[in-house]
């Protein structure tokens, strides 16, 4: 299949802006950061045909960010299905890289630097055993500061079921975090 030039930099022009943020909300949904390259080149190389359609988009971003999202769960389906056949896999969650990110210190010595990688480990590893939809919504709603209503526009459900969904996902990872953190 053959693409013109000009299609080329009418696609760079709609989607170079927002490459950032898909990378850092494909990031954060794989915990890798191979694997949130992997899911930005195949949501890229999915749309890089469909430009035309591109240019007709009011918002960009929540549409982008729907189609990586769309991308990231039918890719998590397809690796569950392999995942139960193979019986070689261990799922060693130290293997993954971080959800949060990491800040910076605030002086208060090594001891505290220790309790907070401690304490985000515990919160990377209840985060991971969420189903992908649950991460998603928390993913997007308390680390990168989304709207409800621009959520609501990526799962495509009404703006009133993202509270309540909330509640619920964040109920669910007080739970597991707290089954963590009995002796």
């Given at each position: 299949m053959f693409f013109s030039r000009s299609q080329a930099r009418t696609f760079d022009q709609l989607v170079k802006p927002h490459l950032r943020g898909l990378y850092r909300f494909a990031h954060r949904l794989t915990g890798n950061p191979a694997d949130a390259e992997d899911l930005v080149q195949d949501v890229m190389l999915k749309l890089y045909p469909r430009t035309r359609e591109l240019e007709t988009v009011q918002d960009l971003r929540p549409w982008l960010n729907r189609v990586l999202y769309r991308q990231f769960v039918d890719r998590d389906r397809k690796g569950k299905r392999r995942q139960e056949q193979s019986v070689t896999d261990t799922g060693d969650i130290e293997n993954h890289q971080a959800f949060l990110d990491r800040y910076?210190?605030?002086?208060?010595?090594?001891?505290?630097?220790?309790?907070?990688?401690?304490?985000?480990?515990?919160?990377?590893?209840?985060?991971?055993?969420?189903?992908?939809?649950?991460?998603?919504?928390?993913?997007?709603?308390?680390?990168?500061?989304?709207?409800?209503?621009?959520?609501?526009?990526?799962?495509?459900?009404?703006?009133?079921?993202?509270?309540?969904?909330?509640?619920?996902?964040?109920?669910?990872?007080?739970?597991?975090?707290?089954?963590?953190?009995?002796?």
């Open positions: 910076p210190g605030e002086g208060l010595g090594p001891l505290a630097d220790m309790e907070r990688g401690r304490a985000g480990r515990m919160v990377q590893e209840a985060l991971a055993e969420l189903p992908p939809d649950q991460r998603a919504l928390l993913i997007m709603y308390d680390v990168e500061g989304w709207e409800q209503q621009a959520i609501a526009e990526v799962l495509e459900v009404a703006p009133g079921t993202i509270k309540s969904r909330l509640h619920r996902c964040r109920q669910k990872l007080r739970e597991q975090l707290a089954r963590r953190m009995e002796p």
